[in-house]
């Protein structure tokens, strides 16, 4: 069972693993793609996003926040999906190629020790107001800023869920 796991999902590395893998993707010289999230019910907008995100690079490693910093950013519902679950579901698309957990509200910790080649943000946001910014660029990086899909949100969902379902039946 463990093999057929393997060829099917992505592995989901602690930190020390993550970093081996990096340096067997650089060893390759291929580049290096990271992006992070809550990705709390992956939706189509998730999946688009992760998509564009790999073809920036040869590999793309997703920071998924813990849920104790799911709950710092999205309030104590959150997460609907334990980190363990939200892993699985991340590991098993194609286009990610391994995970990597974190504990902090935002990446820059991981990603001063990652240090990728391509740091991947929804064009949500500007770049000079990315908290991460300078330690991308600090250690060669660049950032790239994916389409988004509007529509597709996670709140969205469960507030139509919550409306579909709100009379009870």
Known sequence: MASER??????VLDLGAALQWRDARRAARQVVVFT???FDLIHAGHVEYLAWARRQGDALIVGLNSDDSVRQIKGERRPLLRFED???ILSALRS???VIGF???????????IQPDVHVKS???REDELPERSVVLAHG??????PHRSGNSTTGLIAGILQRYADGS
């Open 123 to 125: 064009s949500q946001y």
């Open 96 to 98: 990610v190629d391994a």
């Open 86 to 88: 939200r892993a699985q």
């Open 141 to 146: 990086g660049r950032i790239a800023l994916a």
């Open 6 to 11: 393997a060829d099917l999902f992505a592995p």
């Open 103 to 113: 504990s902090e509200t935002t990446p820059e910790v991981l990603l001063d020790r």
């Open 36 to 38: 992070n999230g809550c």
